[in-house]
């Protein structure tokens, strides 16, 4: 994160701020040769949060705590940028 500030409006609004991070996903060419795709996810800063929670439970780390540093690890960990919400289509 760039800073604290930052930091504190992500958590302000967790839950209607969107990250943005890709993924490696294996893959083939039609040759037979090993690819990779990038899929791209996204997720609400308040999912966010609870994925690096269940990680950190993973590898026996403690789970509780403060959110701030566990979003900072996880944008740090993926490459995360905020993006805009999309709309709804009606």
């Known amino acids: ?13 967790r839950h209607t701020t969107i990250l943005e991070w890709y993924e490696p996903w294996p ?5 037979g040769n ?3 795709a990038d899929v791209t996810l996204r ?4 999912d966010c949060i609870n ?10 780390r403690p789970i509780t705590g403060d959110d701030s540093e566990r979003l900072e690890d996880f944008i ?3 490459w995360a ?3 805009e919400a999309p709309t709804k289509k009606e």
């Open 1 to 13: 994160m760039k800073s604290e500030g930052s930091t504190y409006c992500l958590l302000e609004s």
């Open 27 to 31: 893959s083939c060419g039609p040759d």
């Open 34 to 36: 090993l690819l990779d």
């Open 43 to 46: 997720a609400t800063v308040h």
């Open 51 to 60: 994925m690096q929670r269940e990680t950190d439970k993973q590898n026996g």
């Open 76 to 78: 740090a960990i993926h």
């Open 81 to 83: 940028e905020v993006v």
